[in-house]
């Protein structure tokens, strides 16, 4: 069974810093594209960064030089450590896998940029 298990998040004040992790499990992990997406009330999910199987990764551009997306193969886990964080970084982060013709979601973890 798949599973894509979020956790991390929580309320932050402007110009703070958290650490997102997703551990995996149920399928080929290092074979596998991981992102992280983020969803705002009223708004669409959009993509926030992207770490394919051999390490290389994109970023959307609202979050260049404040975000970084890892990921530790031996221990089936994505990390996106958030600096700098604004309050319009205030959205739901979900975990992305995307690789031999399927994609799974996990559940979303809430992150709050608010003083």
């Known amino acids: 069974q798949v599973q894509l298990v979020e956790s991390g998040g929580g309320l932050v004040q402007p110009g703070g810093s958290l650490r997102l992790s997703c551990a995996a499990s149920g399928f080929t992990f290092s074979r596998y594209a991981m992102s992280w997406y983020r969803q705002a009330p009223g708004k669409e999910r959009g993509l926030v960064a992207v770490i394919i199987s051999d390490g290389s990764t994109n970023y959307a551009e609202s979050v260049k030089g404040r975000f970084t997306i890892s990921r530790d193969n031996a221990k089936n886990t994505v990390y996106l450590q958030m600096n700098s964080l604004k309050p319009e970084d205030t959205a739901v982060y979900f975990c992305?896998?995307?690789?031999?013709?399927?994609?799974?979601w996990g559940q979303g973890t809430q992150v709050t940029v608010s003083s």
């Open positions: 992305n896998a995307v690789g031999n013709r399927v994609a799974y």
